[in-house]
């Protein structure tokens, strides 16, 4: 653990970030569509209506909890017939409340107190945005490792001592902004040559791939992605099991690749499609015309059987065509191979570095990267690698 961490505070990472917009959860599920498309991660933080009267206090009590790209498909799937009224629905019907994931902190709470509770599940810190803000870290304020630093001044994670806090009328009212994981660790590829060797070594020697991830197969219906997909990261790899066990990844369902869709037609794809029919036509911005075979799910694709439909599907607000008698036979994997674009999974070899992860994330503004073994031609997953395992890649070792 670099001392970068100890000397920087959670305050000068939110210089320039804009204020707080809160989304009010008596909003519509078209409103927070549009709100998605602009947010950090695809999600957004949902509140409850501010009191008329309220006190000039953190919201943070009214925090309900974050909507992400994938929860809004999932609901318009299971949402029936007719699209226009499930997107007038209210957010609060939607949303899944869960008020750990975000925490108050305060500016001067030291960068490693804040990777810690990031760690432990906390999606977002929201930092009051002070114009005397004088940049120096709280020595005083947390557990590092089982063991204390030194002897704590206050009782709470974010506490500070009144030498710290910035006077009252340095600090504007209800003003407040949101740090997300991306923000750290945008701040932590900028300190590659503080976190020396850690940054050039490979995702596997340091720990970094996480070997428990959620799959479907690609024969299964996508709608069963709705029910299996994990909250963090919010992806669900779509597979297929070869002879030896080993998996080949297709694609992924994830709140990032449904980040920018057409949402309708993506719930539809996911009520009527298989996954792997799914992640083939699948366009995260839905511009390109996919093609794929129109066989019933888990069944063979003779070309008969009630499954079977004759005429075009519609998804991602384009028609889809179909494949000759000869493609319809080929496996799903090796349709992917003829339709390359944005469906494809974004992923890295176990041998990767943990610096090259970080800057393929925040470069597609991803929230994981699957990890595939580089000893082999095919795409075979081994695992992945998520915002919280290089936070506890970086924080791996204890301070000196």
């Not at 790209?69 to 318009?76: E, I, M, T, W």
């Amino acid at each position: 653990m670099a001392l970068v961490f100890l000397h920087h505070v959670v305050g000068d990472l939110t210089l320039g970030k804009p204020e707080l917009v809160e989304f009010s959860e008596a909003e519509t599920v078209e409103a927070a569509v549009s709100a998605i498309g602009n947010s950090a991660e695809g999600a957004i933080t949902v509140w409850r209506t501010k009191p008329a009267a309220a006190a000039a206090r953190p919201p943070a009590e009214r925090f309900v909890g974050m909507l992400n790209s994938s929860d809004v498909v999932a609901f318009l799937a299971l949402s029936g017939a007719d699209p226009e009224k499930a997107m007038r629905t209210p957010v609060a019907e939607v949303v899944t409340p869960n008020p750990g994931l975000l925490k108050e902190v305060d500016p001067g709470t030291r960068l490693i107190d804040a990777l810690e509770m990031m760690k432990q599940g906390v999606r977002c810190l929201l930092v009051r945005k002070s114009i005397m803000w004088k940049g120096f870290s709280k020595r005083f304020s947390i557990l590092y490792n089982g063991k204390w630093l030194k002897n704590i001044q206050s009782s709470s994670l974010g506490g500070v001592s009144n030498s710290d806090q910035p006077s009252s009328s340095a600090l504007p009212d209800n003003k407040f902004c949101c740090l997300s994981r991306e923000d750290v660790v945008r701040f932590i590829i900028g300190c590659l040559g503080a976190l020396a060797p850690l940054p050039l070594s490979s995702i596997a020697s340091l720990g970094a791939i996480s070997t428990t991830y959620s799959f479907i197969e690609a024969s299964s219906p996508a709608f069963e992605a709705i029910y299996k997909i994990p909250h963090d990261p919010c992806a669900i790899a779509v597979i297929e099991t070869n002879s030896d066990g080993t998996h080949k990844i297709i694609g992924d369902i994830s709140a990032y690749k449904l980040w920018k869709c057409d949402y309708l037609a993506a719930a539809w794809a996911m009520a009527n499609l298989s996954a792997g029919q799914f992640v083939i036509g699948a366009d995260d911005y839905g511009t390109t015309r996919a093609s794929v075979p129109d066989f019933p799910i888990n069944s063979p694709t003779d070309g008969s059987g009630p499954g079977v439909s004759s005429r075009p599907r519609k998804f991602s607000s384009r028609s889809i065509g179909f494949f000759n008698n000869q493609v319809n036979q080929m496996p799903v994997g090796r349709l992917r191979s003829m339709y390359r674009g944005r469906s494809a999974p974004l992923t890295c070899k176990h041998t990767s570095s943990l610096a090259a992860i970080m800057a393929q994330m925040l470069s597609h503004r991803a929230t994981h990267v699957w990890v595939t073994d580089a000893d082999m031609e095919d795409d075979i997953l081994v695992g992945i690698v998520s915002y919280t395992d290089i936070l506890n890649a970086v924080t791996k070792f204890p301070p000196p």
